[in-house]
């Protein structure tokens, strides 16, 4: 698929995979509209693909809210007309343990973010994905929504939500000429997310994948018509036990959280208070 000219939405375009994503986008020619809640990292995301004049807008959108997603689509079509590429990236991750009703709070601000995002603006910008078919849907999970991490139990369950609704919807997609791919990060270093530990470690820092390794296989599944792919590739391997030998996979649960209770997912994480954490506004 060429992206010279192709019309393309990119959430949680800020900062990490969204935005290196949205630079790639550009610079194979593609007219990207890029939206997450900070504006100046918009604008400034903009001017570096080139600006306006490039064919690149922005909108400053929460994506868990429907006005904003609503807003986002009618932007879309009154300056483009199409849309044929989605890339759901908006994203946020809070770690501690499911200890009460703060912890439900956490819930639902979570998975407002990662789930209902990706389900409000696929819902939106659907009749002009379908008007501009053949179009993609690239929604960016995460391993977390394959394999349970201890301590990122709201992270966890908006991306097994977005894993498994993808894996539904992708034939109601089909039928209206709209492709679905679903990306699956691991660890991956990012602003708010350093991963120093693992960096540091001589054998788990093979783990971590790029930003840049995140948005080439994004390109590639849209380029290639691909169902989706996991970064780092290998990472299929860790499914395994669960499937395989879940006394094993529980084992495994048990001493990951003895060790590293902090870790979570690809989207940026900042320590607010002690058990919480929350990523910058994408």
Aim: charged content about 20%.
């Amino acid at each position: 698929m060429e992206f010279l000219s192709k019309v393309c939405v990119v959430t949680g375009a800020s900062s990490g995979i969204g935005r290196r994503t949205a630079l790639d986008l550009g610079a194979a020619g593609a007219r990207v509209c890029v939206a997450a809640r900070r504006k100046e990292r918009l604008t400034t995301l903009v001017d570096a693909m080139g600006g306006s004049g490039a064919g690149h807008s922005w909108v400053v959108a929460d994506v868990a809210k429907r006005d904003d997603v609503r807003a986002l689509a009618s932007h879309v079509e009154r300056l483009y007309g199409r849309c044929d590429i989605l890339i759901n990236n908006a994203g946020f991750a809070r770690e501690g343990p499911f200890d009460g009703p703060g912890a439900v709070g956490d819930l639902e601000l979570v998975v407002g973010t990662n789930f209902w995002g990706t389900v409000l603006c696929t819902a939106e910008l659907l009749p002009l994905l379908a008007k501009s078919a053949p179009a993609h849907v690239v929604n960016v999970a995460s391993v977390a929504g394959r394999l349970a991490l201890p301590g990122a139990s709201s992270y966890c369950a908006s991306k097994f939500a977005v894993v498994g609704w993808s894996e539904a919807v992708r034939a109601d997609l089909a039928r209206r000429g709209v492709r679905l791919s679903l990306i699956e990060p691991g660890f991956v270093p990012t602003e708010g997310f350093p991963q120093r530990a693992l960096s540091r470690h001589p054998l788990l820092r093979h783990a971590l994948a790029s930003d840049a390794d995140v948005a080439r296989a994004i390109m590639e599944v849209i380029a290639g018509g691909k169902a989706g792919r996991v970064v780092p590739r290998w990472y299929h391997l860790l499914e395994l036990p669960r499937v395989l030998m879940p006394p094993l996979h529980r084992w495994a649960q048990g001493r990951a959280a003895a060790r590293a209770p902090g870790l979570s997912g690809p989207h940026p994480v900042v320590r607010l208070a002690p058990g919480r954490a929350r990523g910058p506004e994408s």
